[in-house]
C-alpha cells in the first residue's frame, strides 16, 4: 500500500544543481530513516545519504559538501539537493525510506545524467 514517487531527475551540465523529491503515498508508520541511493550499470547500488529520526545526516565521501538531504516528515517527504554536480554523478537515483518496525519501502528511481 505504500508507494514512492521521485522526480527531478534530468540533463544538466557539469557544475550545475538539480534537486530530488520523494514523496510517500499510503501509510508508513512512524518512519525512522530516510536516504537516497544510486546505481550505474553492471555495479551495486550505492548508499548516498542519510538522514535519521533525529535528523543526523551521513554522506558518502564523494558527494560530501555538495550534496544536502533533508526531510519532512509530516508530508512524508524526503529531498536531495544536488550541486556542482560531476559527470561521475550520472546515475539512476533511488528514494529509500524506513519505519520503526523495520520495514523497507524503495522508489522506481529516477534517472541523472551529467554532461561535461
Known amino acids: 500500500q505504500v508507494q514512492l514517487v521521485e522526480s527531478g531527475g534530468g540533463m544538466v551540465q557539469a557544475g550545475g544543481p538539480l534537486r530530488l523529491s520523494c514523496s510517500a503515498s499510503?501509510?508508513?508508520?512512524?518512519?525512522?530513516?530516510m536516504a537516497w541511493y544510486r546505481q550505474v550499470p553492471r555495479k551495486e547500488r550505492e548508499l548516498v545519504a542519510t538522514?535519521?529520526?533525529?535528523?543526523?545526516?551521513n554522506y558518502a565521501d564523494s558527494v560530501k559538501a555538495r550534496f544536502t538531504i533533508s526531510r519532512d516528515i509530516a508530508k512524508k517527504t524526503v529531498y536531495l539537493q544536488m550541486n556542482d554536480l560531476k559527470p561521475e554523478d550520472t546515475a539512476v537515483y533511488y528514494c529509500?525510506?524506513?519505519?520503526?518496525?523495520?520495514?523497507?519501502?524503495w522508489g522506481q528511481g529516477t534517472q541523472v545524467t551529467v554532461s561535461s
Open positions: 499510503g501509510t508508513i508508520f512512524r518512519i525512522n530513516s
Open positions: 538522514i535519521s529520526s533525529d535528523s543526523r545526516t
Open positions: 529509500y525510506v524506513n519505519n520503526v518496525r523495520g520495514y523497507d519501502y
